[in-house]
């Protein structure tokens, strides 16, 4: 830019930032959650369970950590912005001849997850930009060495001749061919124009696919560009030597199109790979970029995108200058982000691959404290920033024209000759790269460490949402790929938290608080599951069990609970509803981040945790863009979930699903059959109907569906054996009514109880003598316990026993009673239970050939099952039992040792007193 030339709207901004309103009401109601989550916290710590307390705490730490991450998350929406560039402003500020230059990075790793096709759609939708194609350079950094890729972009740039001119002559949007020709286009001007484009590019398409699917690129054509011969020896994906061709020299006056007019530079690098040298993935590969990048056209500006990201809106490179050529804010800027938006997202969104809020609330909130995410693609850099300069307020962007650019013009050969040794692997060896230069090495997201850094040494980077989507890419369309996706995202953010590179200690004192926090609701991904995991099985196995978790309904501490979930799950709905989501779209994203913080997130945990403690390595997985197949596609336009694979992801699904289901439907039945106890678990009966409304597809692939993309009989078989037989014999039991009775009280003289019990039912119960109240009672006397049948007949007689289990079978319906007499002059605490259970296979079904074996084996696990909760019950009250004693004798121990201490110095004083006596008379005598 040259600051002698003033135009009249000098003085005007390139772009203005907006707050979103409503603030201070979010955050009056914010503060009314966070009352309601301390409440809940004060619940648990003042009303601790005397049985069962490792339950009553893995519930209190799991919401002590969804307290803590809600806050975090508030960091995001405390202070929401908008950016809005004025483009108009830029046309009349600088010429086209004044707009700097323009690098665009396109990374592919792999020609097989990554078709050669959808790479250099891509690639032409970036040299098709309306920009000067002088001040435009495209590189395509290839990692996997392949052939293949090498001649799609060759075919590419052929193409290109065509594609540039029609693109600017009628319009086309979007501008990657594979999207534009793949939609019904209104062709009425252009018609026949239209068709010679469509026919070469399916020409090209063919002769790519054709490629593909030999492997290798036949010899007649590798003879006719020399750009081959570097395959001609031993290349392989890991081992191979720097590779750099210039496919269309920019500075060439005949590189041009089928009009006469220039293409933009068109490049091909593939950096050298050696076995046994660290590569680093893209962050590797985006330093090589950066260096080769330099030596052919050292553009101040950079866009970076993945191979699937092709452009969707020709105008967003002038967009993006408009945040950096602001002469008031513009030369702080070192990034500006765009969000990832795909084109193959189906209504209603079943996989929740756009998230809303993350795209128009979460990254805005962030922008608002400077903290925005650069996410590693879709992102225009300033170079010196990216290269590991720290901001010093002197930075502008040179906007030159060529001919005032005093530069000795290189032939393409020596161009590429010396890019070759910028990218070999010893290049790096004993500088900064990956250090304080470029990407940052070490962590598989290392684009956002890289943002982190860059915003340390004092940079502003800007989030720009813009309504016409400037990228668009393909999201995934099976489970499974989506699942993989969350867990590399998953497991690199969470060891940034753990690495140096933590926020709140690497951006202590250099970026907001506010944007440390931001950084941290993504970094904690994985260890959400962990409270996740705790909240969809332990209150549906407390269910079972008949252990409420939750205060009663009638309990003005029930309050909290229901008006922390109540007001979130309103807010969360409200929110999505209102930035342009349906309800059912929200729904999906509900179980969506249900199955990734049980499965993805989980694994990313484990797997993270295991290398902290140097057992594993990072490693990288390029997720699969390819969507050959046709039912899984057709599927997922459908809106069925794809599952169709027997892994662990699956199986966990399945079984937590089938968890709630049963625990749902068996604590229905018993807990409104005893209307009395249905208060103490309507909190846990809600928790299990909202999950089982949640895995409906989940049921429907289980039991219903019959296609390829159902849950396979072998992982709903493991997820039934998961449940395990002891939990289907705990459902028997409780679904058959039998009745259940257990009581802790303070005996004096005499205590008796009542149960009524069925003919047939084995009847099951123990006691233990917990504790008496005497401080120095430690005697092993028991009590007495006499049980009588309904007509008065004695059925058992202890005596003398401080614990004891029996169980009878009872031959007449009727009161039976317990009563329990104390002989000992101190008051006793007992632990009292009984149960009285009737067992299937006695009698009902044995007349049943074929369900008779069935039904003799679940009888006789339910059987078992019930002599394994009393033996586990009598333990705990033995343990209580103990522990009291234990106590009561330390106690004991230290009143006695201080009593006889005590008689020690009243002793010892007593002696000194009489010695001191006796020596007094002594003196007295010897002196008269």
């Known amino acids: ?200 590019y399916e020409d090209m398409e063919s002769r790519i696919e054709s490629v593909a699917r030999k492997g290798c690129v036949p010899q007649e054509i590798k003879d006719r560009h020399k750009g081959f011969s570097e395959w001609e020896s031993n290349v392989t994906k890991q081992d191979h030597q720097s590779i750099v061709q210039i496919l269309i020299d920019g500075c060439d006056q005949e590189a041009i199109d089928i009009e006469g007019n220039k293409l933009p530079t068109l490049v091909y690098l593939s950096r050298e790979k050696k076995t046994g040298c660290a590569h680093n993935f893209k962050a590797g590969s985006m330093n090589a970029l950066l260096r080769v990048s330099a030596e052919i056209s050292n553009a101040p500006i950079i866009l970076n995108v993945d191979c699937d990201m092709y452009s969707n809106d020709p105008d967003s490179i002038r967009d993006a200058l408009c945040f950096f050529l602001d002469e008031k804010q513009g030369k702080q800027i070192s990034y500006v982000q765009y969000p990832q938006q795909y084109n193959n997202i189906i209504e209603n969104d079943i996989y929740a691959n756009i998230n809303l809020a993350i795209n128009q609330i979460e990254l805005s909130g962030l922008d608002g404290f400077g903290g925005t995410l650069y996410v590693g693609t879709g992102c225009f850099h300033r170079r010196v920033s990216l290269s590991g300069e720290k901001y010093s307020g002197i930075h502008t962007i040179e906007c030159l024209n060529d001919d005032e650019v005093n530069t000795k013009k290189r032939s393409v050969e020596e161009l590429e000759e010396a890019s070759k040794v910028l990218a ?329 109880f009542s149960h009524k019990v069925e003919y047939g039912n084995t009847v099951h119960f123990s006691f233990v003598v917990i504790k008496s109240e005497g401080s120095w009672h430690y005697s092993e006397d028991g009590v007495d316990l006499v049980v009588k049948g309904p007509n008065g007949e004695q059925i058992h007689d202890i005596r003398d026993k401080t614990s004891e289990k029996h169980e009878f079978v009872a031959y007449h319906q009727g009161v039976y009673r317990f009563c329990f007499t104390n002989k000992s002059p101190y008051h006793e605490t007992i632990d009292f239970d009984v149960h009285a259970g009737h067992f299937l296979y006695h009698d009902e079904h044995a007349k049943d050939e074929h369900f008779k074996p069935l039904f003799e084996h679940i009888g006789k696990l339910e059987e078992a099952l019930y002599n394994i909760q009393f033996e586990q019950h009598w333990l705990e009250a033995q343990t209580d039992r103990q522990a009291i004693v234990n106590e009561k004798m330390s106690r004991g121990a230290i009143h006695k040792a201080l009593l006889e201490s005590a008689a020690l110095v009243l002793a010892s004083g007593l002696q000194v007193y009489v010695l001191r006596r006796l020596f007094e008379r002594k003196l007295g005598v010897s002196r008269v």
């Open 424 to 752: 070999n692997c010893s290049y790096e060896n004993g500088t900064l790269w990956g250090q304080e230069m470029g990407l940052v090495y070490g962590c598989p997201v290392e684009d956002i460490v890289t943002g982190l850094t860059i915003q340390c040494r004092g940079w502003k980077p800007v989030y720009y949402n813009p309504a016409k989507y400037a990228f668009e890419g393909v999201a995934p369309t099976t489970l499974d790929v989506s699942l993989i996706q969350f867990k590399r995202w998953s497991e690199g953010m969470f060891q940034i938290f753990f690495s140096k590179y933590c926020p709140f200690v690497y951006g202590h004192r250099k970026i907001e608080f506010g944007a440390q926090m931001g950084y941290c609701i993504y970094l904690l991904w994985a260890p959400i599951s962990l409270p996740t995991l705790c909240y969809v099985v332990v209150p549906a196995l407390s269910l079972l069990h008949g252990v409420p978790l939750f205060p009663q309904i009638s309990s003005p501490w029930f309050l909290p609970f229901a008006y922390v979930f109540g007001a979130k799950t309103a807010y969360t709905l409200v929110e999505a509803l209102i930035i342009g989501d349906t309800l059912k779209g929200w729904w999906n994203l509900q179980r969506m981040v249900l199955i990734r913080r049980t499965t993805s997130f989980f694994f990313a945990f484990v797997d993270t945790m295991i290398r902290q403690f140097g057992l594993s390595q990072t490693s990288f997985v390029v997720t699969s863009k390819s969507v050959d197949d046709h039912e899984a596609r057709d599927r997922y336009e459908k809106g069925l979930i794809e599952f169709g694979s027997s892994s662990v992801t699956t199986i966990i699904i399945a079984t937590i699903a089938l968890l709630n289901f049963v625990s749902l439907v068996c604590g229905l039945l018993t807990k409104l059959a005893f209307g009395d106890e249905f208060g103490k678990f309507v909190a846990q009966l809600a928790i299990c109907a909202v999950l089982v409304m949640l895995n409906l597809p989940i049921y429907e692939a289980i039991f219903l569906r019959s296609d390829r993309g159902k849950i396979p009989s072998s992982v709903a078989v493991k997820a039934f054996m998961k449940l395990s037989i002891a939990a289907v014999a705990v459902v028997v039991i409780l679904c058959s009514f039998g009745g259940a009775f257990g009581i802790r009280f303070v005996i004096d003289r005499e205590e008796c």
């Open 1 to 200: 830019m040259n600051p002698n030339k003033k135009r009249e709207n000098d003085d005007l901004p390139l772009f203005e930032t907006k707050a979103a309103r409503g603030g201070a009401a979010h955050k009056l109601f914010c503060s009314t959650i966070f009352a309601g989550i301390i409440l809940t916290w004060v619940y648990r710590l003042t009303h601790i369970p005397e049985s069962r307390i490792h339950v009553w705490f893995s519930m209190f730490f799991s919401e002590v950590f969804f307290g803590l991450y809600w806050i975090i998350t508030q960091s995001a929406r405390w202070h929401v912005v908008s950016r809005h560039p004025f483009k108009d402003r830029l046309s009349l500020r600088y010429g086209e001849e004044e707009l700097p230059k323009v690098d665009i990075f396109v990374c592919t790793a792999d020609p097989v997850l990554e078709p050669p096709s959808l790479v250099v759609g891509t690639v032409l939708s970036a040299v098709s930009y309306n920009y000067p194609p002088e001040k435009l350079a495209v590189y395509l950094s290839d990692d996997g060495g392949s052939e293949l890729t090498f001649f799609a972009l060759l075919e590419a740039s052929r193409f290109s001749k065509h594609w540039v001119p029609f693109c600017k002559k009628y319009n086309v949007e979007p501008r990657s061919p594979r999207v534009y020709f793949s939609r019904c286009v209104d062709v009425n001007e252009f018609d026949q124009e239209w068709i010679n484009v469509k026919q070469l």
